[in-house]
């Protein structure tokens, strides 16, 4: 997958991790692909509503070791 | 509000205080900080640790002193809705349907003087964690549940059955149980001092215990029926009922406490007052509302089956108690 930007918010606790985020996803084009790397167990249920609303699409989802890793294509 | 708080703004009161509310407090800081920057006649604050605060939060309420120097008193946890009981006489304590706060009774007994010699479940809980055990571990308190509540548990427990009494101190005021059946098959009330019912799940203020969160609905919907419209009408119409979760702020009374006359609830109690069986089946077992969150999950700790983690606790028991039927 081709991602066009990485943000990493390992660590950082609710709301920084989806303010970081929106940040960000303010900053790419249309279409384009983030990464996100985020430890806060409240982005699972977060991310996804966040990106529902806003029409952006998440491409994939993995956990690894703690670390949830989000692919969200922007809209 | 990721946008900006500006569409709020003509929502919201200038001569009230606005408390902003959010699950674990960091998001209601930065709300609350974007509330006052935008409008600096506004009083915001935020509540300190979020929901996940609230609802661990236990105010012990005295609802009345008993026979000798006894005295009686209602655990409220405010922002679940979960009512917890302490009998206090001559220097012995019981405890009634213990939230999973365990210090707040530990310490609360410290400091009346009193040791905790009995701890009751009256039901194996699906809304909450029991603090049940834990408290008859750290203090050498016999653990009692309804045996036929406790089928699957994994640990050992006293069985508590219909008609056993426990005497508390040595002016021997007595908690003596009710086999009532209904909400679970095993639910028992007590009836403490001769005055007070402690209802348990199965008959609240302003509602009646639901049947169906171990999933059986339609095999206790007759039990449910029994205890209410005879063996609760049976007792003497002055007993105080206490029951063990209070869903909207109008079931306490003025001194924070939920405690009613049997006889008004008789009288007022809209579960109580179904004429036709077959309507009151219905109610009990059709259109309930949503069962509480991860209730399956919380029975299975409750019977010592799962152990999680004090984060894995909060989490299960996020949300309303939703254990009754209006």
């Known amino acids: 997958m081709k991602v066009d930007k990485v943000i990493d918010v390992k660590g950082l606790a609710c709301p920084m991790p989806i303010v970081r985020v929106k940040k960000a996803m303010d900053a790419v084009a249309s279409g384009e692909v983030v990464e996100i790397l985020v430890t806060d167990k409240g982005a699972l249920a977060d991310f996804p509503a966040w990106a529902n609303a806003g029409g952006h699409i998440i491409l994939d989802q993995t956990e690894d070791a703690g670390v949830f890793k989000f692919f969200i294509k922007k809209a | ?18 408390v902003v509310v959010c699950a674990k407090e960091g998001s209601s800081i930065l709300v609350a900080e974007m509330l006052s920057e935008a409008n600096t006649a506004l009083s915001v604050s935020y509540l300190e640790g979020g929901m996940k605060a609230w609802s661990s939060y236990v105010e012990p309420i005295k609802v009345a002193d008993l026979s000798g120097d006894g005295e009686l008193y209602q655990f409220v946890r405010l922002g679940k809705g979960c009512l917890s009981y302490m009998v206090i006489s001559d220097g012995e304590a019981a405890v009634i349907d213990a939230v999973r706060f365990t210090e707040v009774f530990t310490s609360f007994a410290a400091q009346k003087n009193v040791k905790i010699k009995h701890v009751f479940d009256t039901h194996l809980h699906a809304d909450h964690i029991s603090g049940g055990r834990a408290i008859a571990q750290s203090t050498g308190a016999t653990y009692y549940l309804p045996p036929k509540d406790a089928e699957e548990v994994v640990f050992d427990y006293t069985p508590l059955e219909d008609g056993l009494t426990v005497q508390i101190g040595a002016s021997k005021l007595e908690v003596g149980a009710l086999y009532s059946p209904g909400h679970t098959i095993g639910s028992t009330s007590f009836i403490v001092d001769g005055t007070f019912l402690l209802t348990g799940d199965i008959l609240f203020i302003d509602s009646i215990g639901r049947p169906d969160l171990a999933g059986l609905a339609e095999d ?80 299975q700790v409750n019977m010592g089956k799962m152990t999680p983690d004090s984060d894995e606790q909060t989490e299960m028991e996020i949300g309303p108690n939703r254990c009754a039927v209006r």
């Open chain 2, 220 to 299: 206790w919907v007759g039990d449910l029926r029994e205890t209410l419209y005879r063996r609760y009408r049976e007792l003497t119409e002055e007993l105080i009922v206490l029951p063990a979760h209070f869903m909207i702020m109008d079931e306490l009374n003025e001194d924070g406490t939920a405690a009613k006359r049997l006889g008004d609830l008789l009288a007022e109690n809209h579960g109580l007052n179904i004429k036709d069986e077959e309507q009151f089946r219905q109610l009990v077992t059709e259109h309930l509302p949503p069962q509480p969150h991860a209730y399956k999950q919380i029975r």
């Open chain 2, 1 to 18: 509000m990721l946008d900006g708080v500006e569409s709020l703004l003509p929502q919201l009161p200038a001569d009230k205080e606005i």
